[in-house]
């Protein structure tokens, strides 16, 4: 896996560097804890069948403003309407959006798969987080995800339910070791603080501390 990067059409000045290298990371952890459900993932310094890389063509930001309004009338519906079991949804401004482009080339050079995908905030379901970020890190997760299981699967993601996840994916996610030590150069998954963060809507730079300080390019070998 050569590391997520941003085009330069997709550099908004009201995103840090900082923000911007989280949600990358979170696209190139998502993808290698996903290629590793049937391929191995290697480091760079050894041979592989599989390359991948992935580009991030659009990001836009969140409204910080409007979902600490949404987070407050969340909490006004559970003060003053305990016992009536209706979302709230959030406020259809502000909602952060993800495109990406992505492929995989063979040892060879060749592209064996190519991907390209675009998303935006759902303002009924997901996680609301107050930071410009916090959308396009959550929808980082949903398209490594998508890539990985087009590349392990050899067919489209969508349209299909997928299998319930490895014992080995559950652990990664969970904030544990990663299945191969490669994935390891992402750091590791929030785990069960970023789920808490999530649902009180902080941002995702508090509890995911992004990459390792000496990352590794990692690739993928078949098995």
């Not at 908004?12 to 949600?23: A, G, P």
């Not at 909490?75 to 209706?86: E, H, N």
């Not at 996840?165 to 990664?172: A, L, N, Q, T, Y």
């Not at 990663?178 to 963060?197: E, H, M, N, Q, T």
Request: charged share 20%.
């Amino acid at each position: 896996m050569v590391p997520t990067v941003f085009a330069d059409g997709a550099r908004l000045e009201s995103i840090t560097d900082d923000q911007r290298k989280l949600v990358a990371n979170a696209i190139d952890r998502s993808m290698c804890i996903g290629l590793s459900e049937r391929l191995e993932v290697v480091p760079a310094s050894q041979p592989a069948d599989l390359t991948v890389h992935a580009v991030v063509t659009r990001m836009d930001a969140t409204d910080e403003n409007a979902v600490a309004a949404s987070l407050g009338a969340k909490v006004a519906k559970a003060v003053f309407l305990p016992g009536v079991p209706a979302p709230v949804p959030r406020l259809p401004i502000g909602l952060g959006t993800l495109s990406m482009e992505a492929e995989a080339r063979g040892s060879d050079g060749r592209q064996e798969a190519a991907m390209m995908w675009g998303r935006g905030a759902n303002m009924m379901m997901g996680t609301a987080r107050v930071s410009k970020a916090g959308d396009a890190y959550e929808l980082a997760s949903a398209f490594g995800d998508d890539f990985s299981q087009m590349l392990v699967k050899g067919k489209s993601p969508y349209g299909s339910m997928s299998g319930p996840p490895s014992m080995d994916r559950i652990k990664s996610l969970s904030g544990g070791a990663p299945k191969y030590a490669a994935c390891d150069a992402f750091g590791r998954a929030p785990g069960v603080a970023g789920l808490i963060s999530g649902a009180v809507g902080t941002p995702p730079e508090w509890t995911d501390k992004g990459a390792a300080e000496t990352p590794v390019v990692a690739t993928a070998a078949a098995q």
